[in-house]
């Protein structure tokens, strides 16, 4: 933990102090503009990657950036009770699905039962992504590794979009156009990001800044 410590130290000294009224403005409320629904996996940093400060992002992060599709339940929800609180609580405009290339959890779908069994919870977990899986399969004609685990990867972010369209609150406000819902495929080694397109169904390089 010594880095960790240091890091803490360092932010103290530095960015905090470089940035002392903006946290004096958070300290009794928040207003992000938008959910980033993203994986839990350590090289996605979401702030980070959208240059975004404190109090922008609301964030969920969960194995292969999942949506359970709507339901009430006496369970407790996690990822479900995030967005039911960004959407009605703190009345974000934009929700983000945020997938990225070397998806663990997503290369976990092609797992042997197996491999799967000694991680019951993710596999229990992964489920959400059943439809994924056979798309994929239905999609490629040849078994490329590459080609595989990149459209899982994308495919899998287009699902989670229709997921988040099954939340009744969700539908009212894109239906009122007061939300807008994004699919993105981050790629670690070039910094690149993807934007899924629904009327197209591509993913196109999201490389100047939106009108």
Known sequence: MPDIHEGIIRFR????EANRQHFKALEREQKPHTLFIGCS????????????????LFIVRNIANL???????????????????AVLMLNVENIIVCGHSNCGG?????????????????????????????????ALMGQNPEAREWLTEQMNVAQQLCHLKT?????????????????????????????????????????????
């Not at 000294?13 to 905090?16: L, V, Y």
């Not at 996996?41 to 922008?56: A, F, H, K």
């Open 41 to 56: 996996d350590s090289r996605v940093v979401p702030s980070l990657i959208t240059q975004t400060m404190p109090g922008e």
């Open 106 to 138: 997503c290369a976990a779908l092609w797992e042997t039962q197996e491999t799967l069994d000694k991680i019951p919870h993710t596999r229990r977990w992964l489920e959400l992504a059943k439809p994924v899986k056979k798309r994929v399969e239905k």
């Open 167 to 211: 939340y009744p609150y969700i539908k009212e406000r894109l239906k009122a156009g007061t939300i807008t819902l994004f699919g993105w495929h981050y790629m670690i080694p070039t910094g690149s990001i993807y934007e899924y397109h629904p009327g197209s169904k591509e993913f196109k390089l999201i490389d100047q800044p939106s009108e």
């Open 13 to 16: 000294q530095h960015d905090f």
């Open 67 to 85: 949506v359970p599709m709507y339901r009430e339940s006496g369970e407790f929800l996690a990822t479900t009770s995030a967005i039911e609180y």
